[in-house]
C-alpha cells in the first residue's frame, strides 16, 4: 500500500480538463515539495511538475500543479490523446527520511 | 542532455545478490544525487536509495538492510547491489538523477527487468 493516496483512474475527453488528486500527511506533503511523473506504457517515467507547480523545460504550460496542506492536485487542460499515461505523485517523507509515491492514476483520454 | 544506461543480469536466483551499474553520458555524475528506484510488474514506483556523488548514501529504511549503493566518478558510474533476493525483489529496475529532499527525479534510464527465479 502506497503513502501517498491517488485515485486509481480519470478520464476526460480531448479539449476537456482533469485533475487527479495525491494525499499525504504532515510528515511528507505537509512538510515538502511534490513532484510529478508521467509514465507511458513500457517507457520510464518523465518528470512533469517539481516543486508543487514548476513546470520543467519542454513540458506544456497545461500541465500545472499545486498544493495545499498535506495534499497536492495535477492538473492537465486541453487534454490530448498523447496524456493519456499513468501518472504518480511523490515527495520526501520526513519520518521515513525518504522518498514515497502515491500508487499512480491511469488517466484515459476517451 | 544527460543520459543514464542500466547494465547487468536479467536472471537472478533466489537467495543470491543482485547487481546493477548505471552509466551517466553527456553529463558528469559530480554535484548530483543519482537514485535507484524500482516498479514490480504492473505495480506502482518504489524508491531503493540515493548515493551522492562523494559516495554518501540514504536507502529505503524497508531495504535498508540489504542494499549497498556506491559510485566510481573515474567511470562516470553509480552502481546497486541487493541481497538475499526473493521472487518480490522481480521488478523493472530504473536508475535517475536526483534524490535528496528538495530534488526532484529529472533523467530516467530506460529500466531494466530483473526477474528473481531459480
Known amino acids: 500500500q502506497s503513502v501517498l493516496t491517488q485515485p486509481p483512474s480519470a478520464s476526460g475527453a480531448p479539449g476537456q480538463r482533469v485533475s487527479i488528486s495525491c494525499s499525504g500527511s504532515?510528515?511528507?506533503?505537509?512538510?515538502?515539495?511534490v513532484t510529478w511523473y508521467q509514465q507511458v506504457p513500457g517507457t520510464a517515467p518523465k518528470l512533469v511538475i517539481h516543486?508543487?507547480?514548476q513546470r520543467p523545460s519542454g513540458v506544456p504550460d497545461r500541465f500545472s500543479g499545486s498544493k495545499s496542506g498535506t495534499s497536492a492536485s495535477l492538473a492537465i487542460g486541453g487534454l490530448q490523446s498523447e496524456d493519456e499515461a499513468d501518472y504518480y505523485c511523490?515527495?520526501?517523507?520526513?519520518?521515513?527520511?525518504?522518498?514515497?509515491f502515491g500508487g499512480g492514476t491511469k488517466l484515459t483520454v476517451l | 542532455q544527460v543520459q543514464l544506461q542500466e547494465s547487468g543480469p536479467g536472471l537472478v536466483k533466489p537467495s543470491e545478490t543482485l547487481s546493477l551499474t548505471c552509466t551517466v553520458s553527456?553529463?558528469?555524475?559530480?554535484?548530483?544525487?543519482w537514485s535507484w528506484i524500482r516498479q514490480p510488474p504492473g505495480k506502482g514506483l518504489e524508491w531503493i536509495g540515493y548515493?551522492?556523488?562523494?559516495?554518501?548514501?540514504t536507502y529505503n529504511p524497508s531495504l535498508k538492510s540489504r542494499v549497498t549503493m556506491s559510485v566510481d566518478r573515474s567511470k562516470n558510474q553509480f552502481s546497486l547491489k541487493l541481497s538475499s533476493v526473493t521472487a518480490a525483489d522481480t521488478a523493472i529496475y530504473y536508475c535517475?538523477?536526483?534524490?535528496?529532499?528538495?530534488?526532484?527525479?529529472?533523467?530516467w534510464g530506460q529500466g531494466t527487468l530483473v526477474t528473481v527465479s531459480s
Open positions: 535517475a538523477r536526483g534524490g535528496n529532499w528538495n530534488d526532484a527525479f529529472d533523467y
Open positions: 553527456d553529463g558528469s555524475i559530480s554535484s548530483y544525487y
Open positions: 548515493v551522492y556523488y562523494t559516495g554518501r548514501t
Open positions: 504532515s510528515s511528507d506533503i505537509g512538510s515538502n515539495a
Open positions: 516543486t508543487n507547480n
Open positions: 511523490a515527495a520526501w517523507d520526513d519520518g521515513l527520511k525518504g522518498w514515497v
